[in-house]
């Protein structure tokens, strides 16, 4: 069935260091991949999504990778800040008409200082 | 936040009431969405609209009901409150083209519904 899955629920970095969360899913067919930020008490916040016809996506200290072949999503984030802190959703959108997204459960991200 | 907001941020209610919840959103954008977010389920779609008085089911409808009369409101019912209703709702729109081609969504700041 479809289901979108995070590897670790916790996730603990020093400040500065290099942080990368990872989301294995099912459902091949699926147009694109979503990461999504939430911090305490709020909403999710779209971060950066990635075509399945790509491999990799940059943005602001954030880069996706999809791995097709064994179905693994990854997001990078560089030089990890405190304000990074917060629980990280990866989702993938099952149809491109309706924006019907399928979420997975999330990983906490913890930053040192 | 894309102008959504949820109302009413709190609420406590006793099994088998009903209950609407109530999402407003400024943007005039037509896809809006409705999920509940529960500990160990990330979030959950129950039901969208995809315009005024179009809406259709998500993975988890039962139990549920919608209604869209306002390009700007989009109402969630709980006929019949249940323990298992208890969760964090949270609704969304579907705003501007992303550079990969998909469309963002934007989350209001959610709903907390405890059912006693």
């Known amino acids: 069935g479809e289901s979108v899955g995070l590897h670790l629920p916790t996730l603990s970095v020093q400040e500065g260091d290099n942080s990368i969360i990872n989301c294995a899913y099912s459902?091949?067919?699926?147009?694109?991949f979503i990461w999504y930020k939430q911090e305490s008490g709020k909403g999710p916040q779209f971060i950066i999504d990635?075509?399945?016809?790509?491999d990799k996506r940059q943005g602001q200290r954030v880069t996706v990778l999809l791995n097709k072949t064994v179905k693994h999503l990854s997001l990078q984030i560089a030089a990890t800040q405190p304000g990074d802190s917060a629980v990280y959703f990866c989702?993938?959108?099952?149809?491109?008409?309706?924006?019907?997204?399928?979420f997975g459960q999330g990983t906490t991200l913890q930053v040192k200082p | 936040d894309a102008g959504i907001t949820q109302s009413p941020r709190h609420k406590v209610t006793e099994t088998g009431t009903p209950v609407t919840l109530r999402c407003h959103q400024t943007e005039n954008h037509r896809y809006m969405y409705w999920y509940r977010q529960d500990p160990g389920h990330g979030l959950r779609l129950i039901h969208y609209?995809?315009?005024?008085?179009?809406?259709d089911k998500g993975e988890v409808s039962d139990g549920y009901s919608v209604s869209r009369s306002k390009t700007e409101d989009f109402l969630l019912t709980l006929e019949s409150a249940t323990s298992s209703q208890t969760s964090v709702y949270f609704c969304a729109t579907r705003g501007r083209f992303t550079g990969s081609g998909s469309y963002e969504q934007y989350f209001g700041p959610g709903t907390r519904l405890t059912v006693t």
């Open positions: 990635i075509r399945s016809n790509m």
């Open positions: 459902n091949s067919a699926s147009d694109y």
């Open positions: 989702a993938e959108i099952i149809s491109s008409n309706t924006g019907k997204l399928i």
């Open positions: 609209s995809y315009g005024v008085k179009d809406t």
